[in-house]
């Protein structure tokens, strides 16, 4: 059977060539090939993104459902009977097939729409599957390896190295019945009871043979409350067999509370022109804690590639003793001939931590259903944003201690407390939102007082911070208390996270309260007290592109403030801000290219208030110059680094085994744009570049560099040491 080619959306674009997968979504034809190196993703770069925005546009969003209509309640009909037939049809007497598949254990740390999963564990995988009418199933692992890229002690459950037969049983189970259980098919013989069903789309899938004309049914429970799914069916209109199922399931369906989501594809071929049988299967399972609130989730994501079909050949029944999936001898499964080495498989798809076909599963799904009915309700849990909001140094707060509280209930509404009390500033601060779900829609009131940063993005982690400050008197924070009261709006389209916030906020400067063990804090900025209506907007976009990982972030901040009472000389004053992200990472084998770019702007009619500049300076915002010492309206900032891997000294880590025994060394280069600069600044306009080499090891624990700046009166040699970017986040 030849691979499927193209595909064809009816009433959108022309045909649009997907490689080797008919149902990838997003634009596969724009990934790489591995031959032409991290180099050449530089080159592809700026035309795949204009290719991305062109589809972007050329691609109407579908029409309303409308559900249980009888030409789609037919197709449903024929589907349910012609299901039936496949599993009682004597003509398939069995077959044996070859699986292949890579598991991976990923953490997300962080801001879920922003920051990059990182792999904790990949496992590679071959089973032999057998199956035999009219219902004997047997996979047998006979080949497996794996890899530890962090430590942790981590084990799956038995399916989850094995495929799913048969499009699922009439009672779907997942996780050993631990996830899922008993819940009812959508092509199940009473199907048309428990779910509704809407024709979504027309489909042509072009093969090397023939052309398959597909219908898209979206499917969603008639019982909003009741232990199902929520999804998609890709039916062949000819035969109505299932050729694609992409299903999600219902909070009541999802048993283990800590799952946050729950995604299936199932994608099955033609084999021998008759018989529609497993060809690639994808699974995610994301979970986070019960007890604590963080952005922390474990992800698990299986994918699997079925082939080498043969059918109606004698199966001894000894092959089908034993459990349904057990695993070959040790010596067996060592001896398995891979066709490439594990480091030239599994990089390339630990770059790519984006799995599209999964986040559109749940996209769908969001657009079926109101949002709460998938929503996971956690009860009541501590919550905080990172380890900081626990404990934390600075020079305005001393040692400051925190707590918070969240409480979810009745699947939609979700109350949040936030406290944190400041031992040398002797204030406390907090937040109290209230928020609830509706359909796509999450409407949150909130009230709080804090110290924000007056930079864009952290120049280091807390941890650092924290240690740097009280012992050296250091402290890369530029605090000023804001305190505000309004709304925030957030939803999801087109792959876009979009918060609008509405709020009264009232600012204030802050003096130094605390003294370090040694040297001597530096003061805060001198912010305006100003008060007044703020409007903010900020979107969000992750995709997968070149074979990479791309993450962008904008936002627009409007205020009209007027001067406080205590500060009178100043003038009242409306500026609008606007800020933009964008971060691009592409891993292949030992290679990292990592490049990113950020921009700032602030414009008022009179002069801006010092907590409306743009601060850039420092290891993460300007390397090679002092911190924040760049002060402008206008900023940029520009940084291209690629790493490779160097020997390094590998430590022993008990049951864990050892660190690796290299590092991955880093040169960059960097560059500082500015225009109309501060009375405050280090420097006048212009253009500012840098060098620089970072040593990450221990897992990329740990990040060490040093750089120099090569323009102006302030450059000079900076060392710094801290967390690897993905660990900063939360600690």
């Not at 398939?92 to 962080?110: E, I, K, M, N, P």
């Not at 035999?132 to 497996?144: D, E, H, R």
């Not at 253009?687 to 624990?701: C, N, Q, V, W």
Request: proline residues 5%; charged residues 20%; glycine residues 10%.
């Amino acid at each position: 059977m030849g691979p499927p080619i193209m595909l064809n959306q009816r009433g959108l674009t022309p045909l649009i060539q997907k490689g080797s997968d008919p149902f990838d979504s997003g634009m596969t034809a724009l990934s790489f090939a591995n031959s032409r190196g991290i180099l050449g993703t530089l080159k592809q770069l700026v035309r795949s993104c204009l290719l991305l925005a062109g589809a972007a546009v050329s691609a109407a969003p579908l029409g309303a459902q409308t559900w249980d209509d009888n030409a789609t309640l037919g197709l449903v009909r024929r589907a349910i009977v012609r299901r039936s037939a496949q599993i009682s049809d004597t003509a398939l007497a069995g077959y044996q097939s070859r699986a292949t598949g890579r598991l991976l254990f990923l953490a997300q740390l962080g801001d879920t729409s922003f920051m990059t999963p990182r792999v904790v564990k990949a496992d590679q995988i071959a089973v032999d599957v057998f199956w035999k009418a009219p219902a004997s199933s047997k996979q047998l692992i006979v080949g497996m390896r794996d890899t530890l890229l962090l430590p942790g002690d981590i084990g799956y459950y038995q399916d989850r190295y094995g495929i799913v037969q048969s499009n699922f049983p009439n009672l779907i189970r997942l996780g050993e019945g631990r996830d899922v259980r008993d819940v009812p098919h959508p092509l199940a013989p009473n199907a048309e009871t428990i779910y509704e069903f809407a024709l979504r789309d027309s489909l042509t899938i072009t093969l090397p043979d023939r052309r398959i004309d597909v219908y898209e049914v979206a499917v969603r429970p008639r019982e909003p409350r009741a232990a199902r799914v929520v999804g998609s069916l890709f039916l062949d209109q000819g035969s109505a067999d299932i050729v694609r199922m992409s299903l999600t399931f219902t909070d009541a369906a999802i048993l283990d509370r800590r799952i946050e989501r729950l995604s299936v594809v199932l994608e099955n071929a033609l084999i021998e022109g008759r018989f529609w049988l497993p060809r690639r299967q994808e699974l995610e399972v994301a979970r986070a804690g019960t007890w604590l609130d963080m952005p922390v989730r474990g992800i698990i994501r299986g994918s699997w590639q079925i082939c080498c079909y043969q059918i109606n050949l004698p199966i001894e029944a000894a092959v089908f003793t034993g459990p349904p999936i057990s695993r070959a001898p040790f010596a067996r499964r060592q001896g398995f001939q891979w066709n490439e080495p594990l480091s030239g498989v599994l990089p390339s798809d630990i770059a790519t931590v984006t799995e599209e076909d999964v986040a559109k599963v749940q996209a769908v799904a969001q657009g079926l259903v109101s949002r709460s009915m998938l929503a996971r309700a956690r009860g009541s849990a501590l919550s905080a944003r990172s380890i900081s909001d626990f404990v934390r140094f600075n020079r305005v707060e001393g040692l400051a201690l925190g707590i918070g509280y969240r409480r979810q209930w009745a699947g939609s509404w979700t109350a949040a407390l936030r406290a944190r009390y400041g031992q040398d500033d002797e204030q406390i601060k907090g937040r109290a939102a209230l928020g609830v779900t509706l359909h796509n829609l999450e409407l949150v009131a909130f009230g709080e007082r804090d110290y924000l940063d007056a930079g864009d993005f952290s120049e280091g982690s807390s941890l650092k911070n924290s240690l740097a400050a009280q012992e050296f008197g250091s402290d890369y924070t530029d605090p000023y208390e804001v305190r505000r009261t309004g709304l925030r709006l957030s939803t999801g389209t087109l792959g876009i996270r979009w918060d609008l916030q509405t709020a009264f906020v009232r600012h204030l400067a802050l003096p130094v309260h605390a003294s370090s063990a040694h040297g001597r804090f530096e003061p805060t900025i001198p912010a305006w007290e100003l008060e007044g209506p703020e409007l903010e907007l900020r979107a969000s976009r992750a995709l997968s592109l070149g074979g990479g990982d791309l993450r962008m972030q904008g936002t627009l901040r409007a205020a009209d403030l007027e001067a406080g009472v205590s500060d009178a000389a100043i003038s009242d004053t409306r500026f609008v801000r606007g800020t933009a992200l964008v971060r691009y990472t592409r891993e292949r084998a030992h290679q990292v290219l990592r490049l990113s770019a950020f921009a700032a702007a602030a414009g008022s009619s009179d002069e801006l208030p010092p907590q409306a500049l743009v601060y850039i300076g420092g290891p993460v915002s300007g390397p090679g110059y002092p911190y924040h010492g760049l002060r402008a309206e206008r900023g940029a900032a520009l940084h291209a680094e690629y790493g490779f891997h160097v020997p390094f000294p590998s430590l022993p880590l008990a049951r864990y085994g050892r660190s690796p025994g290299s590092a991955r060394l880093l040169p960059y280069v960097h560059a500082i744009g500015i225009a109309q600069p501060a009375r405050t600044s280090v420097a006048s306009s212009g253009f500012y570049p840098s060098l620089g080499i970072a040593l990450e090891f221990f897992f990329d624990l740990i990040r060490v560099e040093t750089a120099r700046g090569l323009r102006g009166d302030a450059v000079r040699w900076t060392f710094s040491s801290d967390l690897g970017e993905a660990f900063r986040s939360v600690f």
